[in-house]
C-alpha cells in the first residue's frame, strides 16, 4: 500500500539491488543453524567501542550531532532484514533518500520506474561483499561478511553503488581513516527493548564533516544476526563503506538491534522489523508512523536537519 501511494515519486530514485541466497526474517537461511552461528560468533565478538582504524577502545558514548548534509547526497543501504527495512525507508520518504542499495527486489522498483542496477555477479550467498570480508565468497555463515573476487580483483560492493550513485569516487582510503567511528545513544531517539533497538548504534564522520564542510549522508542497516552484542563491530568495519566515506565526504549511521523474546516482540535473531515482530506494541509497525521506522528516521533527521 504504501508503495503504490508513493510510487511515481520512485520514479526518479536510483536503486542498487544487490541478488544473493537467503532470507530477510529469522536469519536462516539453507538449514542454517543460527543457535549454533550465535555461539560462534559471541565468541568473537568485540566487547568495546569501534575505532575508525578499525580496532577498538573503550570509549564513551556520544550524542548523534547535525552535519552539513547535501540534500541531494543522502541514501540508504542494507542487507537481508536491514534491506527490507532499508526499502521501507526509502518508500516511506523517498522525498528524503535520493538512492537505496538493498537486496534483490529490482523487479519491484522496475515496477515504478526507478532506475535500477541489478548487481548479480557474485555467488554471495547471505552475505554483503567487501574487500574486508572476513569470509569467502559463497560462505554462508556469521558474521556474513564475504569477500569476493575474479581474476585475482577483489569486488567492491560500496563503490558500484555510491558510483551509481554520486558518480566517478575519490579513491577509497585503505590505511588508516581521518575520519571518527564512534557509539552514539539511540534512546534518545526512541530505540528501547520493546522495540527490539539496542541502547546504542554507530556513526562514522569524515574529517571535513566534522569541520562543517558539505557532506553526504548514508544510513546502513545491518542483517539478522550482525547485532553488535553478537558479533562486535564486525558489520560497521568489515561493511567497507567507511573507507569510501572517508574520502567522499559522507557520514554513516549504523544503527543497531538487538534479540527480544517474549513477553516482549519475538525476535531471537535481532533482525530489523519488516514484518510485524514488534505488532503487540506497535500494529503500525509497516507504516511511515511506525515506532521503528520513527526512530531510525529520528537519526536521519539529526543528521541531515531535515524536518
Known sequence: MMTMALGLRLASAAVLAIGFAGCGGGGDSAGTDAGALGASAKTLAATSSPTADGGSVAS????????????????????????????????????????????????????????VHFDNAYSAEHGWESPDGELACGTLGSPYMVRCSANGAVYDSVETWLTMFLGPLKPRNNGKLSGTLSS????????????????????????????????????????????????????????????????????????????????????????????????????????????????????????????
Open 184 to 307: 552514539f545513544d539511540q534512546t534518545e531517539f526512541g530505540a528501547s527493548q520493546n522495540l527490539s533497538m539496542s541502547s546504542t548504534g554507530s556513526v562514522f564522520v569524515p574529517k571535513a564533516c566534522a569541520q562543517g564542510s558539505r557532506c553526504g549522508f548514508v544510513l546502513a542497516l545491518h542483517g539478522c544476526l550482525q547485532e553488535a552484542s553478537l558479533i562486535g563491530n564486525r558489520w560497521v568495519t568489515e561493511a567497507g563503506i567507511n573507507e569510501w566515506a572517508d574520502t567522499n565526504k559522507l557520514v554513516v549511521v549504523y544503527p543497531d538491534t538487538i534479540a527480544s523474546s517474549a513477553p516482549g516482540p519475538t525476535n531471537p535473531n535481532a533482525c530489523f522489523d519488516w514484518w510485524g515482530y514488534s505488532n503487540q506494541y506497535d500494529p503500525n509497525y509497516a507504516l511511515r508512523s511506525g515506532l521503528q521506522m520513527s526512530v531510525l528516521y529520528a537519526m536521519v533527521q539529526r543528521v541531515t536537519g531535515r524536518p
Open 60 to 115: 564513551t558514548i556520544v550524542k548523534l550531532h547535525r552535519y552539513q548534509i547535501d540534500p541531494t547526497k543522502v541514501f540508504v543501504a542494507g542487507i537481508s532484514s536491514g534491506g527490507f527495512a532499508a526499502v521501507q525507508m526509502h518508500v516511506a520518504h523517498s522525498s528524503t533518500f535520493k538512492g537505496a542499495a538493498v537486496s534483490d527486489l529490482s523487479s519491484e522498483y522496475q515496477r515504478y520506474g526507478a532506475n
